[in-house]
């Protein structure tokens, strides 16, 4: 499923867009469903640290510029 966004919060002009991928379907035959072997999809651990990490230099430089 993908979503393309073209407003912002506040009604400015900001496509984005937003896909979600499925880690589990249903077999061709319907009887079953078929999951992914577990960890396959991302590796939480690692984006949460580098998610953490970006964040923070992001944040320490705006409140660098606002000095």
């Known amino acids: 499923m993908a979503v393309l966004h073209r407003w912002g919060q506040n009604v400015n002009y900001h496509p ?3 896909a979600l991928c499925l880690a589990e379907v249903s077999h ?3 009887r079953r469903w078929i999951s992914c072997r577990p960890g396959f999809f991302l590796p939480v651990r690692v984006l949460s640290r580098l998610f953490r990490r970006l964040f923070l230099e992001e944040l320490q430089a705006a409140y660098q ?3």
């Open 28 to 30: 061709p035959d319907g």
């Open 65 to 67: 510029r606002a000095d």
């Open 16 to 18: 984005t867009s937003i």
